[in-house]
């Protein structure tokens, strides 16, 4: 039997870590060649690590959440053939301190106390008040009552001479009274649930953070009329060959910022503060953020403005599911030059969604509402959408940002001129 130390490999993409978010075996499992065993998160994306043995595991490195270098021995495998354990690597890793032992103290048993017959208590008796009687009861006793709707003369005191206590309230409430049969009563809770921030929840924890604390963020707000836009929107879905996908409002709006962006560059772009450089691309890739129960994703659709609607809104749907599935591969979650998230049903009157840095935009999307409003002096209804976006306002004036959430409303408001 010989031991197999296996280091954590070469992830690619010039990634020098990663997070162990699960471990898919146990010391002692027996494990085949190309078992998955370990789930890391890298700053790129979740990788899911084979195993390139078999044997059984003799010893694991690191719980969820901890953070592993690539080339540090993360598992050992008993194996049938000689050992196989690596160089030691250079890069020195800090060994938490040893935890001192601490003799137990020996004390002495406690001497068992002799029995004490306790006395047994006469019976209280319950006096009822006579009535038109006023009742005996403290202030305390007597304002508790009011607060909760109890008529004292019914209750039965236990107290001297028939006084009534707080315990003759609970009883009373508790023997199917009015106010018991309201509902239980409430407790005081005192609980407390610890959820370590770890794996994607600290990568978005950290993004988060890093755009925050250093995008001067401000945000623009429009209400858009998608009335035309959603008679075009269920005239295709009607007539949509086999195959082709049902179409939401996002895939209007992706190629509603195809135009849009194409005509103000400085919104489709990377800003990288440490070089001081702003790069403008031509390409349009636009992120979809994607909620899944991992948490959130930002899956990429690539080259929008080579796509027609119906290819737009099936790349999106592929890799939003993909995301959701954790299927993803790398190049699906990065590169993208600009962001839209979308509350969808939640719907809401605004926000101010953070940049997804190194971007310099985002666009909020609203649900669509049928409202009142004033068209040619009557008051009509008509659908229609909110807009939140969020502009990094080093790079972006406000001009600017205005300029093509105004362009993009156009376009949504024409829906026609969108394909023009």
Known sequence: ??????????????????????????????????????????????????????????????????????????????????DSTPAPIEEKVEEAEPVKEVAPVETAPAPTPEPVAAPVAAPTPVVVAAPGARPLASPAVRQRARESGIELSGVSGSGPAGRITHGDLDSWKEAGSPVAAAGPSRTALTGVTEV????????????????????????????????????????LNASRADGQPKLTYLPFIMQGLVRALGENPVCNALYDDEKGVVSRHDAIHLGIATQTDRGLYVPVVKHVEAQDIWTSASEMQRVSQAARDGTASLGELTGSTFTITSLGRMGGLGAT????????????????????????????????????????????????????????????????????
Request: charge should be negative; charged fraction near 25%.
């Open 353 to 420: 969604p953070i940049i997804n840095k190194p971007e310099v935009g985002i666009l909020g999307v609203h649900n669509a509402v049928d409202t009142p409003v004033v068209r040619n002096g009557q008051i009509v209804i008509r659908k229609m959408l909110r807009l939140s976006s969020s502009w990094d306002h080093r790079v972006v004036d406000g001009w600017d940002g205005a300029v093509l959430v105004q362009r993009l409303k156009t376009l949504l408001e024409n829906p026609a001129t969108i394909f023009m």
């Open 196 to 235: 370590p921030v770890i794996g994607l929840r600290r990568k978005i924890a950290e993004s988060m953070t890093a755009s925050y604390s250093t995008i001067p963020h401000f945000s623009y707000f429009e209400e858009v009329d998608i009335t035309d836009l959603e008679t075009l929107r269920v005239h």
């Open 1 to 82: 039997m010989g031991i197999f130390a296996f280091k954590l490999p070469d992830i690619g993409e010039g990634v020098v870590e990663g997070e162990v978010v699960e471990w898919m075996v146990s010391v002692g499992d027996s494990v085949k060649e190309d078992d998955p065993i370990l789930s890391v998160m890298t700053d790129k994306a979740t990788v899911e690590i084979p195993s390139p043995t078999d044997g059984v595991v003799k010893s694991i490195v690191g719980e969820p959440g901890t953070i592993l270098a690539v080339g540090q021995v993360c598992i050992e495998f008993e194996t049938d053939g000689e």
